[in-house]
């Protein structure tokens, strides 16, 4: 049976969770229900957001949260790290994913692709430079990073990167901005890389932009 | 770091300063597991007068936290930064002994994950502008904006009001045991209840108040609170 996925497909933090179970080939489907319906709310996930996911006997809220649980319990414990060390380095990189690079890059997507796409809104352009300017110094130290490891916590693939890849991808795509992350040598490697995964390739090819 | 000699990694080092948020959560969980452990002083707010070089913009600090901040974590396995994977890493290397911090099975450790991104990513972002205008603000001689402070508080109302509802249904936020998701409230909490005068938020939520009561009171939190503020308080199990 398709395990739901609450949220729609189109944003990055649902598309976190719809990677975790693409990576691990588990069939999900999508339920785009109102985050701020009294229902959803009071079934589904009490602070109003997405993406939320149905197993089997509890909903768990919160995409990396999510990713955690889907890694461990659908054959993906090598995302997680192997061991210790290895496990410190993805939960350090997953809470520099959390804390640092979703606000701006967040920020950036709804400014520059969300609001003038859907909403006929035009970018505040304050707002705009801020997080530019926070997401270039992050890139920094990424590319800095990422030319001693060929994946953020290692030289493995982890949780850590795969957070990443539907935020980044869609601003490298819609942003106008790619440049910050095309100039910079290491990062684009590693952007190549992980977004040429067959199992994010999949959720692009399924849903392309309109 | 030596300057010269052989280099002898630490048993267990903490660089930061015991009064800040993220340091706190770091030596809160390592006195849980009773891990003895050295604080290297490190205050990248400038607040402890002590420090007078910016220790944590330096070439070798920035080598091992690229961010500039606090706290870092090192022990002979690991160097690392972030609060909340640095008490994962600790919770699950001592597990076999002190709280469960990270619950017994997995499920309870999914429950912990989830509820530590809320902090992070709810509670956090409405309780730490209201902490920093009404208390950090006047630690530097400043006046917290009222713009930013009365939005931010009722942001937290609503955060409370769903921390209530599930505070009916379980002692704990992650269940019925005490886990890192209640430890990593403890600092800015405390802070906005015992130095901004707003614990009626809390007191007048029945559930959330039993809740706070239960946590503030661990001998472990009481006994970091007199070492860190030690012109403030006093460690009444002592």
């Not at chain 1, 414990?77 to 520099?96: C, F, I, N, R």
């Not at chain 1, 270039?136 to 990167?161: C, H, P, R, V, W």
């Not at chain 2, 707003?198 to 959330?208: A, H, W």
Request: charged share 25%.
């Amino acid at each position: 049976m398709a395990i739901k996925i609450h949220g729609r497909q189109l944003s990055p933090l649902v598309r976190v969770a719809m990677l975790a179970m693409s990576e691990m080939n588990v069939e999900s489907e999508i339920i785009e229900d109102d985050m701020r319906s009294p229902e959803y709310l009071a079934k589904v996930n009490p602070f109003g957001k997405h993406p939320a996911v149905e197993f089997d006997d509890f909903i768990l809220y919160e995409s990396r949260a999510i990713l955690r649980y889907v890694a461990t319990n659908y054959g993906g414990l090598h995302l997680l790290g192997s061991t210790p060390k290895e496990k410190a380095m993805v939960d350090q990189w997953v809470e520099v994913q959390g804390c640092y690079f979703e606000p701006p890059v967040r920020s950036l997507v709804t400014e520059l692709y969300f609001f003038p796409k859907f909403l006929e809104r035009v970018p505040d352009v304050a707002v705009v430079e801020e997080n530019l300017s926070k997401f270039e110094k992050l890139l920094n130290i990424y590319d800095a990073q990422l030319a001693k490891t060929k994946y953020l916590a290692g030289d493995f693939y982890s949780m850590a990167d795969l957070a990443h890849i539907p935020m980044l991808h869609r601003f490298v795509v819609s942003s106008g901005k790619e440049s910050l992350v095309t100039s910079r040598k290491h990062v684009n490697a590693w952007y190549e890389t992980i977004t040429s995964r067959p199992a994010w390739k999949k959720i692009v090819e399924q849903y392309p932009d309109v | 770091m030596p300057l010269c000699g052989k280099y002898i990694p630490p048993k267990c080092r903490v660089y930061g300063a015991p009064y800040s948020i993220c340091t706190s959560r770091v030596i809160m969980t390592l006195m849980e597991k009773e891990v003895d452990y050295e604080l290297r002083l490190l205050d990248t707010a400038g607040r402890d007068f002590r420090i007078l070089t910016k220790e944590y913009k330096e070439p070798r600090y920035l080598a091992l936290q690229p961010f500039g901040k606090t706290p870092l974590f090192q022990d002979s396995e690991v160097k690392m930064f972030e609060s909340r994977a640095i008490i994962r890493y600790i919770a699950r290397k001592h597990d076999d002994h002190g709280p469960h911090l990270y619950g017994t099975n997995e499920k309870e450790r999914t429950m912990v994950d989830q509820w530590l991104e809320v902090e992070a990513q709810n509670y956090n972002p409405a309780i730490a502008p209201a902490v920093f205008h009404l208390v950090f603000a006047a630690w530097f001689g400043k006046i917290g904006d009222i713009r930013v402070i009365n939005p931010s508080l009722e942001r937290l109302e609503k955060v409370l009001d769903i921390y209530e509802a599930q505070l009916m249904k379980t002692r704990y936020l992650a269940g019925d045991f005490f886990s890192l998701a209640d430890l990593s409230h403890l600092p800015f909490t405390h802070l906005l209840i015992n130095h901004a005068g707003k614990g009626d938020l809390y007191s007048k939520r029945p559930f959330l108040k039993a809740w706070w009561e239960d946590i503030f009171s661990r001998p472990t939190w009481l006994k970091h609170l007199a070492k860190a503020f030690p012109h403030i308080y006093y460690d009444p199990n002592e």
